[in-house]
């Protein structure tokens, strides 16, 4: 394997682990007072930002689409959770 190829490996799975890293900087950023309602646009705007920054796709419409799965994602991932550990507390509030 050449040194191009390895690079675009490491590239493509690198999105994988910034999704928790978008959601780290956003949970900071609630905390330092962010409106929590808004957390979800700050996310696809940290996911573009990521998506510019780290991805090496020549193609920019590959990118902007890296960004809104990255921003998408975070989100997603962030409310799912949330869901989930609201509803065990209802359930065990409900014993």
Not at 48 to 71: E, H, N, P, R
């Amino acid at each position: 394997m050449n040194g191009q190829v390895i690079l675009m490996c490491i590239t493509e799975y690198s999105g994988v682990a910034m999704v928790p890293i978008i959601i780290g900087l956003g949970q900071i950023a609630r905390n330092m007072g962010f409106p929590a309602k808004f957390l979800p646009l700050l996310n696809l705007f940290l996911g573009f930002a990521a998506s510019f920054l780290f991805s090496y796709a020549s193609d920019i419409k590959t990118v902007i689409i890296q960004g809104l799965f990255l921003g998408l994602g975070a989100s997603g991932l962030y409310s799912g959770t949330k869901n989930v550990i609201e509803g065990i507390k209802e359930k065990k509030d409900m014993k």
